[in-house]
Structures are given as structure tokens and as C-alpha cells.
């Protein structure tokens, strides 16, 4: 294996609706793909967002996300019109994501082609039947915690009523009676989203491009996976959380970081064989190709702090499954090292999380923005196994022309001197950045869009630590031309990474 693929998310994506979905637009960046001579498309997380908009704090570790959902697709089948769509405002522009405009108006929008379905008798369709039988092990949990969600006016789980916080049997009988409308609405838009997306991967796969997808190690608190299966997290016996993730204290930071996450229970998974994250893993492998587990130390060690603590100081490390996790994936997966999985095992190296890394035999990445530091770089170009992906920034990187202008000088003529381009012009010096990932000895190089695209940093898609002006980003509609995906494919055909069936 020697390939390439983008990195691109979907709400990205241009549309004429507010947010990159699954319509026409993304078919055609699979053809461009096609045309570039890539064989991977990576995105980030598939999953239902809520405040904050991250795709890494998602209502659930299986849903889809509403958003995704096109608005021609349901047009196309006769459950709404153009001027139901064209009627609402979903944000005036074309470049950035309004996501205030899309909670106002996007649900309402699914609700007239929700109650067009059901007029239709869309319930009793096989399909739909077979959908909610096949997924239920998430979906009615879901569909029942968004539904109530709804009820409490978006308040998190952890304040409503204990009849409800609690599941308590006679409540949620209540709750599934009282809600019927609302919990089907919500189970509706996931199969509208599972057969959207569903037809988008066969099409992608039929080109000969594989979907790299991006599930977060951790829950978010808020969200239908805590509620529906608290046995699965350190909980109290209150069901509240116990400890929350964080990191400790720190050069950066003299309190830690405090991120508010459930922390697993694995000595509670282990004995049952890691089930839900088995049905996560087995859910994910249904949307995408290959999995990219975020925060992948975390299998090694993680922190944990109590839950009242206002701040990260008091926390402790403790180990996580280790090897015991990876051997029961094997055995329901199959074999790790082909490409089913890329661990982002950025951030702190130790020996144990290395040892994880090379016993699991699941590739690690290498980011070129953080390579260039030393000539003895953990990231760097000359110390690359092939057994990795090597990119040259990722969702959190500021665009490399960003990157390079706004590193010091001294850095800047490392990188010059080290890739050996002369060139004064910030485009081309992208342009010979990219080249040095393609050239690692990396089976797979992956690539920004808005790198190939040498956009600044107004086209960053996520700052760390920022709570606002993220997840935004979009690209111009029509911005992407054939000269562009000839210059790509050049790169691929020169450096081998053109796709193995092509």
C-alpha cells in the first residue's frame, strides 16, 4: 500500500442550505477525488452536534447527524418541495456555517418531510422496519433521550427528574406513549441519514475511495450514551459521574485542563467483553472504511477527576485496557494492521503508549507542522516508518500557508533548508510542504483540501481551546477545478501513491 486521500469535513462542503450535506456537492468531491488520483477520503465526526457545534461532543456515539441530511434528497423523493427549502433561513454565508439559523429552521424543515412520510405511510415501508430492528440497540435509546431532551427544553439529563434520569421502567413506558410523535420524528431523520449516506460510501467505494471516519474516545456527558448506558461509565450511586477526563497540570496550563467527559468503567467493560464499544466499532465500520480513534493514549492511561472540582489539579492518572481491548477487537474484526484503523496518537509520547501503539499494530500519524522543532523530531520526515499516515496538519492546524507564516524565522529556514525549497513565494512553499508528505516512506499521506487550496488561516476549521469560530469553515461552490486535480494527481503518480485498483 502506497495512497493518498484529503482530509475534508462534510459540513464543508458547499451547498445551497446552510451546511455541506450529503447531496450533489458531495458526490462531485468524490469524483474530484476520483480525478486526483486519490484513493481516501478522511472526515470528521458523523454524529448529531450540540452546544458548542463540535463534531467531538456529539448527543450520540451512533447517530448521524441531522445537519447531513439534504434537503434535495427529501426533495427528490417527493416529501418536500423547493420552496418548503428555499422558504427558511439557514445563514446568508455561502463561506461559513450559521448554526443558530440551522436549529431555528433545519428541524422545522425535517419536520414538513417527516410529516409528509408519515402521510405516506412511510413507517410500514420494509426498509424503514428494517432499519429500526437492525439499529436498535442504539436508536430507541436515542430517539427517547433526544425526544425528552426536547421536553426538558435542551436541559442536560442530569437535571431532569429522577423518573426520567433514572429510567425508571413505569416513566419511560409513560415518556414512549407521550412522546410517540416526537421519538418517531427523531428516528425518522436517522434513516433518512443512514440511507443518504449509505448511498454516498457506495458510490465513493465503486470510484475506488475508501471514507476514513473519526470517532472520538470519549462520550460527551450530555449525550444519549451516558443517560442509556451509565453501567458503562464511572458512575456513583446517584448515576452521576464519579470522575470526568482532563488532563493535568502542565507547562501550558498550571491547572490542567478539565474536559468534563464520563470516564469508561473498564474493569465493568472487560467483563463483558467491551460490548459497547464493540456495537460502536461495528456501527462505525457500517458508515466508513476505516476508523481514526481520537485521543488514542487514552487505551494507555487516562486522567481522572472528581466531578464537583472546578479545576483539573486534583486528579489522578490511571491505566486503561491496554492490549486486553485490542485483542477482543481483533476477534470480532479481524486483523488490525491493514488500514481498519489510525490511531491519532498525537500529544504525549511515553513508553507505554508507544508499546500500545507497536503491539496493536494499528498505524500512528505524523504531523509535518509539529516535525520541525529538531533534526531529531518525533515527527519528522527521515525517523517515518511506512507503517503510518503522515499528514501535513489535521483538523486542529492552522493552514499550512498560515502555519508557515506565522512561524519564526529561524523555523522557517529550518523547513526551507530541510525540504529544500528556495521558493519566496508562500503558494509554491505549501506546494513543496506537501510534496515532503507525499515523499515520506508513509503507506498514507493525507492532506488538508485547504492546504492543496493555500488558503489562510481564515479557513481553519478548529483552534483548540477556542469556544467560538469553529467548525465553520465552507468551501466556495464551484471552487474546484480540473487543473487542481491534475496538479494532485501529478504529485500521486510521482511519488506512487496512485490507488492499487486503478
Not at 416513566?171 to 412522546?179: F, G, H, V
Not at 471516519?213 to 453501567?231: K, M, N, Q, R, T
Not at 461509565?233 to 493535568?248: L, N, S
Request: charged fraction near 25%; proline fraction near 4%.
Amino acid at each position: 500500500m502506497r495512497e493518498s486521500g484529503i482530509l475534508f469535513p462534510i459540513f464543508s462542503l458547499p451547498s445551497r442550505y446552510g451546511i455541506g450535506c450529503i447531496s450533489k456537492e458531495a458526490y462531485g468531491f468524490v469524483d474530484f477525488l476520483e480525478s486526483a488520483g486519490q484513493g481516501f477520503w478522511q472526515i470528521l465526526p458523523l454524529g448529531p452536534t450540540g452546544f458548542g457545534d463540535s463534531p467531538y461532543q456529539p448527543f450520540s456515539a451512533f447517530a448521524g447527524n441531522p445537519y447531513f441530511i439534504s434537503p434535495e434528497a427529501l426533495i427528490d423523493k417527493g416529501l418536500l418541495s423547493y420552496s418548503d427549502a428555499d422558504g427558511l433561513d439557514f445563514g446568508q454565508d455561502e463561506q461559513h456555517v450559521d448554526y443558530g439559523a440551522l436549529y431555528n429552521n433545519r428541524f422545522a424543515l425535517l419536520k414538513t418531510a417527516f410529516n409528509k412520510f408519515t402521510e405516506n405511510g412511510g413507517a410500514k415501508l420494509k426498509e424503514y422496519k428494517d432499519f429500526c430492528k437492525k439499529e436498535a440497540f442504539w436508536l430507541e435509546d436515542y430517539c427517547l433521550f433526544m425526544a425528552l431532551k426536547d421536553k426538558y427544553e435542551g436541559a442536560s439529563w442530569l437535571t431532569w427528574d429522577d423518573d426520567y434520569r433514572l429510567k425508571k421502567e413505569d416513566a419511560i413506558k409513560k415518556a414512549k406513549k407521550e412522546l410517540s410523535e416526537a421519538i418517531d420524528f427523531y428516528c425518522f431523520q436517522q434513516f433518512e441519514f443512514d440511507q443518504e449516506w449509505k448511498a454516498l460510501k457506495e458510490y465513493a467505494n465503486k470510484m475506488n475511495i475508501k471514507i476514513i471516519g473519526d470517532i472520538p474516545f470519549y462520550v460527551s456527558l450530555d449525550g444519549a450514551d451516558a443517560w442509556s448506558h451509565p453501567e458503562a461509565f464511572q458512575m456513583d450511586e446517584d448515576v452521576k459521574p464519579a470522575v470526568v477526563a482532563g488532563c493535568p497540570p502542565d507547562a501550558f496550563s498550571s491547572t490542567g485542563q478539565l474536559w468534563g467527559n464520563p470516564i469508561y468503567d473498564w474493569e465493568n467493560r472487560k467483563a463483558g467483553g467491551y460490548e459497547w464499544w464493540m456495537k460502536r466499532l461495528e456501527r462505525s465500520y457500517e458508515l466508513v472504511d476505516v476508523v481514526r480513534i481520537d485521543h488514542f493514549h487514552g487505551f494507555s492511561d487516562y486522567y481522572a477527576v472528581p466531578y464537583e472540582d472546578k479545576t483539573a489539579e486534583k486528579g489522578t492518572m490511571h491505566k486503561g485496557p491496554g492490549m486486553d481491548f485490542f485483542n477482543t477487537v481483533r476477534k470480532v474484526f479481524g486483523d488490525l494492521t491493514d488500514f481498519k484503523l489510525i490511531a491519532e496518537d498525537l500529544g504525549t509520547v511515553t513508553k507505554d503508549n508507544q508499546k500500545l501503539l507497536e503491539d496493536s499494530g494499528i498505524p500512528g500519524m505524523k504531523v509535518l507542522q509539529y516535525a520541525f522543532t529538531s533534526w531529531d523530531s518525533y515527527y519528522i520526515t527521515h525517523r517515518h516508518d511506512r507503517h503510518c499516515v503522515v499528514y501535513t496538519g489535521t483538523h486542529d492546524n492552522t493552514p499550512s500557508r498560515a502555519w508557515i507564516e506565522e512561524i519564526g524565522d529561524g523555523d522557517r529556514d529550518f523547513v526551507r533548508r530541510y525540504i529544500n525549497s528556495m521558493n519566496t513565494d508562500y503558494g509554491a512553499f505549501v506546494w513543496d510542504f506537501i510534496r515532503e508528505a507525499y515523499r515520506s516512506v508513509a503507506d498514507l499521506c493525507i492532506i488538508p483540501l485547504q492546504d492543496y487550496l493555500v488558503t489562510g488561516k481564515e479557513a481553519r476549521i478548529n483552534a483548540p481551546g477556542t469556544a467560538e469560530g469553529n467548525w465553520q469553515w465552507r468551501l466556495k461552490p464551484n471552487f474546484l477545478s480540473n487543473e487542481l486535480a491534475g496538479s494532485i494527481r501529478k504529485l500521486a503518480e510521482t511519488y506512487g501513491r496512485i490507488p492499487r485498483n486503478e
